[in-house]
């Protein structure tokens, strides 16, 4: 009962930081207080461990390494979406190094995603039920996707549940933080330097 806890209040979590955000700075820090922290310190007062939740060196990184191939083709046909290349990157940037301060930090932004929905609500609920699991996790990360190029929600729908099956066969969040992070800062590398 105690990995349920941790994934219904991780999916209440899931609201918070797109609800009272009002800038960058905020939505970040919002981010790492409600996907990271507070689920973590959860975990930590019901005596969970974070390996429990997926937060642990995955079994191997083969599958990884071919969604991640996946991904930077797809990062191609992105391209070809007008929509998608006036949006990314996200950030404003007047030098390389402020660019790789920021897809450091949307590094940091990826991690919560990925320790929430994966993490907290993904590995829990899988103890009981995979299916049902992973639409629990995939249903709200789609929803954060609303607002983004339309392209975007039919895509993180499926990617929700790639991701979801893949860290529960690897037994960690790693995968989906690697493939989700570099993928999109490939992304933003394509669509700032073409």
């Known amino acids: 009962m105690k990995h349920e806890v941790i994934a219904l209040v991780s999916l ?33 007062i019901l005596r969970v461990p974070l390996s429990d939740l997926g937060l642990k060196k995955p079994r191997g990184f083969k599958l990884t390494l071919i969604l991640l191939g996946f991904a930077f083709v797809l990062s191609f046909i992105g391209l070809a979406f007008p929509e998608m290349k006036s949006y990314y990157p996200r950030f404003q940037y007047s030098s390389v190094v402020e660019f790789i301060g920021y897809e450091l930090v949307f590094g940091i932004i ?13 590995f829990p609920l899988a103890r009981r039920n995979k299916i ?19 392209i975007e929600v039919p895509y993180a729908f499926l990617a929700g ?17 690697i493939v989700h992070w570099l993928g999109s800062a490939f992304f933003d590398v394509l669509c700032a330097f073409t």
């Open 12 to 44: 209440a979590l899931s609201f918070v930081p797109p609800l009272l955000s009002r800038n960058f700075r905020d939505w970040v820090i919002l981010l790492v207080l409600a996907y990271l922290l507070a689920p973590s310190i959860l975990a930590k």
């Open 110 to 122: 990826m991690l919560a995603h990925e320790a929430l929905f994966r993490g907290f609500i993904l």
């Open 132 to 150: 049902l699991a992973i639409l629990a996790q995939d249903i709200p990360y789609t929803l954060l996707h609303i607002g983004k190029p339309s």
């Open 161 to 177: 549940i790639v991701f979801a099956i893949i860290d529960l066969k690897e037994e960690s969040i790693a995968p989906s933080f």
